[in-house]
């Protein structure tokens, strides 16, 4: 009788074995000889304090990779750490009243209690907090050594405020406008802040992207979008009468499309434009507009969705190609100050943000580019700017050109007359790092009245946090801390005080991968085991990621190698990415309203209702597992009822992995069978071998063993994970109707053929996979056993199985040689039972048999 498989006994004692066994630990490349390496890893996860199924199907996918590499010989590097400043500590600090620090550790504690249960094959040897001192102590070295190389700088520049919390917001911080924390209506201010001189490689990590033919391709598209290389032409407007003090030569713009300059009916400046502000001093009404203007957040998207308003400045400008014609100019709030020269002119007919603002303005609207089969005479443009391409008119000297040969022209005559030329621009603005806040990297400066700003000695570094910050009231803790702040001046020995502002996290997550390579290195990056892991082979996490994250890191590892701190030629970090989708779950409301969870609700009587109270459950939308929506189910009963392989093996199997998966109790329900079906398949395999494998069921075993080999492999290789588990299903089905089979070398076929199914579940299903391995006899653990290898020669098979249909239906199917004659197929379709039931009584008219495909048989 076949014994149930016990999930809570068997995986705690395969785990142990793992680590009794050090398979997952990396070897140094001198212990790794001429192994070959792979180095893979999950985006580090954020000690929130409690996994969800979102980390589980991350994870899982990679320890798939790792355990994949591991069996074919690798010697592989899958490390973890903890992403563990930032915001979120701050808010439970002023919540709850802990410490931020001690907050932080008490989650990762909980939730690497979490992680052992799933059985990953990770390193942990390497583990690290990002709010270690000894990881941020190297990341402040990394700081001054950009410094040192003019890849650090101070400038203003407008920044998100919460006037509440006193601090500065990311741009994914501002909500509707608002701060994600305290609610205020945000502000834009321009303040002095420490920046990463990032636009240095825009041309480069453009580039770069070329190569990175192992990453998705709306990724590479979405960091080229960001980077934005625009080629256009810059040009002087210059001033019709008297020019603002300063500005005599005229306002510089950038443009993309100088062919629509004849479309031009204003020219527009940013807010906090040098002209607009100077203006503002006496212009009351130009003031109290900078003051309007600066509500909302910074970012492109905020700003295109916040309603266009603008002033008339009272200047006006000549035309470059016709001075006689004079354009207003205006101040707007869509114009940004980082985009350019902060100033752009409106060619409303060509544009539909321009020609919002000329509708609302009551500015003319001029069409210069005419579509295909337009007629010049009547075409005009209404509510919907023209973006496409098409001939030029209303253009002068022009009109006739298409829009390419436009541009071309128009480039050519502003360099005639001396007022521009053409140039490139990118979008990529430098990446200001400073960050008002306790929970982060001390930035490594010193204010000096003297001395000015000045970096702090490298023998003094870390700079550790204070273990005792005051959250009581709004604002950086940093900056009223009684005693932290207060230093002396490395130049001058005179009183000085620390910088408060602390890094933005994001500069903790650009490097970490080149630190796992050495976790104990006294340099920030060891050269050589850098050197050795990288690039990291896989990547994996989220597409959220796909440009902040993913390009800090390539801009960091390019600026590493350049400040001699990482030997990286190619500056590329990651040289495959994968980005797998997030895991959903249905969301429910109670009678009154209220989010619940899944524990908090049964079903009676084919209904659900709240536990609480037995009243009914509504069931609202499948959406991403969040706490707000408490539609989270917590891995941890999951593994406790189920074990960690139903977890692994559900997120895996249930669709392709970019996409989302559904959490479902029945797709678990019916995960856990199949763990038991493998199981119970392994322990009623035969115990020896009865000889050599012959013909007939134990030769078709071998065959379907190869070719499930194959398929499985190349689902790995392909990250179509769920097809290697269809592959599975698929053999395991073949194996149960092999049980009860007879032939010479039956029992040798199928204990080879469960050994290998035992391998190829392993990197899904570890724990299962060990249990049936060690069951049948197999050597050592499945985890480290080699990678079975598919035999091309038997993947094939000299048979084909063709249907038979009887007027048209389909009754059956028969197996014949791949060589029979159209007579002997006939023979054999006729002397099928299933087919014969069909034609008992019948006359056969006729039998169609069209070669390879199928047999068809006329009756009457």
């Known amino acids: 009788m076949v014994s149930r498989y016990n999930a809570r006994e068997v995986e705690p004692k395969w785990q142990k074995a793992w680590a009794d066994a050090q398979i997952f630990e990396a070897k140094t490349p001198a212990e790794a000889g001429d192994m070959p390496k792979a180095y893979v890893l999950e985006m580090f996860p954020y000690p929130s304090g409690r ?70 094959s990770l390193d942990w040897k390497r583990e690290f907090a990002t709010c270690d001192a000894d990881y941020y102590g190297q990341q402040q070295k990394i700081f001054l050594k950009f410094w040192e190389n003019n890849l650090v700088f101070r400038k203003k520049s407008k920044v998100n405020w919460d006037p509440v919390d006193n601090t500065v917001l990311a741009n994914e911080q501002v909500i509707d406008g608002k701060g994600w924390r305290s609610g205020a209506i945000v502000e834009q201010r321009e303040l002095e802040q420490w920046t990463l001189k990032i636009t240095h490689y825009a041309e480069d990590l453009l580039k770069g992207l070329d190569s990175l033919d192992r990453w998705p391709e709306k990724v590479r598209t979405m960091q080229a979008n960001w980077i934005g290389k625009s080629l256009g032409a810059t040009f002087t407007w ?65 700003i295109e969705k916040a309603p266009k308003l603008g002033i008339d400045l009272g200047l006006k400008v000549k035309h470059p190609f016709n001075p006689e014609w004079e354009i207003p100019v205006w101040s707007a709030n869509f114009v940004l100050s980082t985009y350019g020269s902060g100033a752009v002119f409106g060619s409303p007919a060509g544009d539909q943000r321009d020609l919002d603002f000329a509708r609302k303005y009551d500015l003319p609207v001029i069409p210069v580019v005419l579509p295909a089969n337009a007629d010049p005479e009547t075409y005009t443009i209404e509510n919907e700017a023209y973006t496409g391409t098409g001939t030029l008119f209303n253009s002068k000297f022009l009109d006739g050109l298409s829009t390419s040969e436009g541009i071309k022209a128009a480039i050519a005559k502003l360099e005639e007359l001396g007022l521009g030329s053409s140039s490139t621009t990118y979008r990529l603005r430098d990446w200001g790092i400073s960050r008002q806040r306790y929970w982060g990297c001390p930035i490594p400066a010193i204010r000096c009245d003297d001395c ?132 959903t779950h249905e969301t429910y409301k109670s009678s009154e309203g209220k989010w619940l969870s899944p524990e908090d609700i049964e079903e009676r009587d084919g209904n659900l209702v ?90 078709e075993l071998l065959r379907a063993t190869h070719k499930t080999i194959d398929g499985v492999t190349r689902g790995i290789k392909d990250f179509r994970f769920n097809t290697s588990v269809a592959q599975i299903h698929e053999f395991s089905n073949t194996l149960k109707k092999a049980e009860n089979a007879k032939g010479p070398g039956i029992a040798t076929a199928r204990r080879f ?95 169609i048999v069209v070669p390879g495909r199928i047999v068809n048989i006329v009756i009457s």
């Open 452 to 583: 000015g700003v000045v970096p702090v000695p490298e023998d003094q570094l870390p700079i550790k946090l204070p273990d005792d910050p005051d959250f009581s009231a709004p604002g950086n803790p940093l900056d009223r801390h009684p005693t932290w702040k207060h230093t002396t001046c490395p130049k001058c020995a005179k009183p000085a005080t620390r910088e408060t502002d602390t890094l933005d996290t994001f500069m903790d997550s650009s490097w970490y991968f080149a630190r796992f390579c050495d976790s104990d290195s006294i340099e920030p990056v060891n050269k050589e085991a850098a050197s050795y892991w990288l690039p990291v082979d896989q990547y994996i996490g989220g597409v959220e990621h796909a440009i902040l994250h993913l390009l800090y890191s390539r801009f960091f590892t390019r600026a590493m190698h350049d400040c001699g701190i990482i030997d990286l030629p190619a500056g590329e970090p990651f040289a495959g990415l994968f980005t797998q989708g997030m895991v």
């Open 753 to 847: 053929a469960l050994k290998t199914l035992a391998q190829l579940v392993s990197p899904f299903a570890p724990h299962v996979a060990e249990e049936s391995w060690a069951a049948l006899g197999g050597e050592g653990l499945v985890s480290s056993a080699p990678w079975p290898i598919a035999d091309e020669k038997l993947m094939t098979s000299d048979t084909l199985t063709m249907p038979v249909q009887v007027n048209g239906k389909k009754r059956g199917e028969i197996e014949v040689d791949k060589s029979a004659t159209k007579d002997a197929v006939e023979e054999i379709a006729l002397s099928d039972p299933k087919v014969a039931a069909f034609l008992a009584d019948k006359t056969v008219k006729k039998i």
């Open 610 to 699: 709240e536990l609480e109270t037995g009243k009914p459950v509504s069931v609202g939308q499948i959406e991403k597992m969040s706490k707000s929506k408490k539609n989270v189910v917590d891995p941890s009963i999951i593994i406790g009822d189920y074990g960690a392989d139903v977890a692994r093996w559900f997120v895996l199997s249930d669709s392709p992995p970019e996409r989302d998966v559904e959490w479902t109790q029945s797709g678990a329900e019916g995960a856990w069978k199949f763990i038991q079906k493998l199981w119970s398949l392994a322990e009623a395999g035969p115990a020896e071998d009865d000889g050599e494998i012959g013909d007939g069921a134990a030769s």
């Open 238 to 302: 210059p001033f019709a009468g008297e020019a603002p003090k300063g500005h005599e030569k005229g306002i510089d713009v950038f443009t993309t499309r100088p062919d629509t300059l004849f479309g031009a009916s204003f020219v527009a400046l940013a807010p906090d434009h040098a002209i607009t502000k100077e203006l503002a001093k006496t212009n009351p009404k130009i003031a109290a507009f900078i003051t309007e203007a600066a509500k909302g957040g910074t970012t492109e998207e905020a």
């Open 51 to 120: 996994l969800h199924m979102g980390h589980v199907r991350n994870y899982a996918m990679g320890d798939v990779v790792a355990r994949f590499h591991i069996s074919n010989g690798y010697n592989v590097l899958h490390p973890m750490g903890w992403d563990a400043f930032g915001m979120p500590a701050e808010n439970a600090a002023m919540e709850k009243g802990a410490q931020p620090g001690v907050w932080t550790h008490e989650n990762i504690d909980a939730m690497k209690e979490q992680f052992s249960p799933l059985g990953l």
